[in-house]
């Protein structure tokens, strides 16, 4: 019987504690949460895409072109500067290990360079910012062909990144399609992506929020990093890792690798100025990471700016790389321009650049009113 009177109490202090457990976190739902026991849509930074892989969610921050929302051009500026480019034209700040948000437009590239125009030379400049992260020169010709008659852009400005290299060949090699004359016209949806959003709506869509706690756990914890591992067997994990390499290695081992990039480079060039009419219209940007600018191992190789350089010779289009100016510029501190322990510029950093766009594209592009 004694026994049996125990049991009982193990019994109700379990459903209690069960109970007091799916209180609490229905609460932290309602007032944090601290963790997210629902699937919102709004709260996922990027959409899935088959034109484009993956686009930015329409609302206060981005439209539905992917052009990021930003204070209204003037009236009566000109000339027209459509911005292409990854996170660093994007504008990222870091708020975890691989986990960022947008920075205010106000600390973007488009936006010091038209505010750099306006104070140095009265002139009022149209700024158009297209950069999302990850995007590369596959996603280029798409969003070129999307964006171009939509712009109306006198110039495009494309920044090409150093883990552009990467993510041309490893990331979207397999998703794109190419058309009959072999440009690229579209980029796939990532499958992994899918899995993912599949995989927290599954977690999330059970009625008690203890089950769904648990499920979450299991998915984020040991489900999906299994996928991400499985996904990318065959491929190196570090977006940088062929920078790191020397010339040589590169050359010798991961030809193929620059090949396709150099294919889909000059599938961009190709597209943009049939579109824009002149080659005179395109502009190849490009800039060091802080492993360009130090002597701190892993130096980082140029293969990336000399494949830039030679498919823009080949066209006769402009290319600026600004890893000289921004060494000269950032001198023996060229960390403080750098996020810790990022790739990305941060605030410093970004603005330097854009002085340095705004700079270039005053003596060979613009002309001052």
Known sequence: MRSLALLKVVLI?????????????????????????????????????????HVPPPDESWDANGLRRMEENSTNCSPRLLFMGDSFMQGVRKIAKDNYLPVPQAETIPFHV???????????????????????????????????????????????????????????????????????AAVRETP???????GLIASTNKTLYLHRLFSKLHFTRVEYPKMVAQYSRDRPLDNLALS????????????????????????????????????????????????????????????????IGE???????????????????????AQDYYIPDDMHFNAAGTQAYAMAIAKYLAECCIKKK
């Not at 504690?17 to 944090?32: D, I, K, S, W």
């Not at 992994?192 to 599949?198: C, E, G, S, T």
């Not at 080949?314 to 501190?333: M, P, Q, S, V, W």
Request: hydrophobic share 40%; glycine share 4%; aromatic share 10%.
């Open 244 to 307: 790191k390499l020397s010339a040589d290695e590169v050359k010798n081992a991961h030809q193929q690798e620059v090949e396709f990039f150099k294919r889909n480079l000059e599938d961009l060039s190709r597209t943009v100025v049939e579109r824009m009419g002149s080659p005179e219209s395109l502009l190849y940007i490009h800039h060091p990471h802080l492993q360009h600018l130090t002597s701190t191992a892993p130096v980082f190789n140029n293969v990336v700016s000399e494949t």
């Open 311 to 333: 498919v823009a010779t080949h066209n006769g289009i402009r290319y600026y790389d600004a890893t000289e100016d921004l060494k000269a510029g950032f001198g023996a501190k």
């Open 114 to 184: 038209r505010r750099l125009f306006r104070e140095r030379f009265g002139q009022e400049l149209c700024v158009f910012n297209a950069g999302f992260a990850s995007y590369s020169p596959s996603i280029y010709v798409p969003q070129a062909k999307k964006l171009i008659p939509v712009v109306k852009p006198d110039l495009v400005v494309i920044d090409v990144d150093e883990t552009d290299l990467w993510d041309d060949y490893y990331r979207y090699r397999e998703l794109v399609i190419r058309d009959a004359n072999g440009s690229v």
């Open 192 to 198: 992994l992506n899918v899995q993912f959003i599949q």
């Open 13 to 53: 202090n379990i459903v209690l504690t069960v109970c007091l457990l799916e209180f609490g976190l229905r609460a932290q739902q309602r007032f944090g949460p601290l963790f997210d026991l629902e699937f919102r849509p709004n709260n996922v930074l990027i959409a899935r895409s088959n034109e484009l892989n």
